[in-house]
C-alpha cells in the first residue's frame, strides 16, 4: 500500500491563482480530511468528508473547496489563491468510526507570493 | 468546547536524559487524545493514543503517556533520550460535534524538541 500520497510537494502560484492539492488513499478508508499547518497553530482542519459524495466544513474553510466523487480521492481547490494561503497543506485519512487513528500525507508546501 | 494546550513550545534535553512533554486539554466528556510526531519535512506520525482504556498508554519508539482525569492532563515522557528524538510533537484531542460520530482532532500548537549530544 502507498497509503496517503499527495501532489504537488511543493508549488508556488500568485495571487489570484487557482490551483488543486491532490489526495489519494489506497486503504479504503472512509474518511478524509485536509489541514493547514502554520508556524505555533499546530494543524487546522479545513474540511472533511466521511464518504464518497459527503463533505463537510472544518475550522477554517474560507477560500478552499472540496469534493468527494470517489473513496480513493480527496481534491482540495484553491479558488482566489491568497497570500494568507501560503502554508503545508496536510491530507489525512482514517478507516474506524471515530476516526481513532488518522494516516497523514507527506505534505505540499504552498508559497502565495 | 475541547481545546488541548501544550505547555511548551520548545524543550531541550541532553541525549540519555529523560523526555517530558506537557499536554492538558479541556474537555466536556471523556476524550480520546492521541501524540503525533513530525520530523523535519515529513509527516505526522501517530506515537500513541488515549481510548478510555488503560491510563498509562504505552507507545512506539520508547514513548509512554499518562492520562490524568483530575488535573486533565495527558503528558508525554521517555526515560531516555536518543539523537532521533528531534523533532516537533503535537498533543490532538478528538472533538465531537454535536452528533457527528467521527470526530475531528484539534490539535495543540506544538512542542519543538531538540537533543543535544
Given at each position: 500500500n502507498a497509503g496517503v500520497t499527495q501532489t504537488p510537494k511543493f508549488q508556488v502560484l500568485k495571487t489570484g491563482q487557482s490551483m488543486t492539492l491532490q489526495c489519494a488513499q489506497?486503504?479504503?478508508?472512509e474518511y478524509m480530511s485536509w489541514y493547514r499547518q502554520d508556524p505555533g497553530m499546530g494543524l487546522r482542519l479545513i474540511h472533511y468528508s466521511v464518504g464518497a459524495g459527503i463533505t463537510d466544513q472544518g475550522e477554517v474553510p474560507n477560500g478552499y473547496n472540496v469534493s468527494r466523487s470517489t473513496t480513493e480521492d480527496f481534491p482540495l481547490r484553491l479558488l482566489s489563491a491568497a497570500p494568507s494561503q501560503t502554508s503545508v497543506y496536510f491530507c489525512a485519512s482514517a478507516w474506524e468510526r471515530g476516526g481513532n487513528e488518522q494516516y497523514f500525507g507527506p505534505g505540499t508546501r504552498l508559497t502565495v507570493t | 468546547a475541547q481545546s488541548v494546550t501544550q505547555l511548551d513550545s520548545h524543550v531541550s534535553v541532553s541525549e540519555g536524559t529523560p523526555v517530558l512533554l506537557r499536554c492538558n486539554y479541556s474537555s466536556s466528556y471523556s476524550p480520546s487524545l492521541f501524540w503525533y510526531v513530525q520530523h523535519p519535512n515529513k509527516g505526522l506520525q501517530l506515537l500513541l493514543k488515549y481510548t478510555?482504556?488503560?491510563?498509562l498508554v504505552k507507545g512506539i519508539n520508547g514513548f509512554e503517556a499518562e492520562f490524568k482525569k483530575s488535573e486533565t492532563s495527558f503528558h508525554l515522557t521517555k526515560p531516555s533520550a536518543h539523537m532521533s528524538d528531534a523533532a516537533e510533537y503535537f498533543c490532538v484531542v478528538r472533538r465531537r460535534m454535536g452528533?457527528?460520530?467521527?470526530g475531528k482532532l484539534q490539535f495543540g500548537a506544538g512542542t519543538q524538541v531538540v537533543v543535544t549530544p
Open positions: 489506497d486503504m479504503n478508508h | 478510555s482504556a488503560a491510563t452528533t457527528d460520530s467521527w
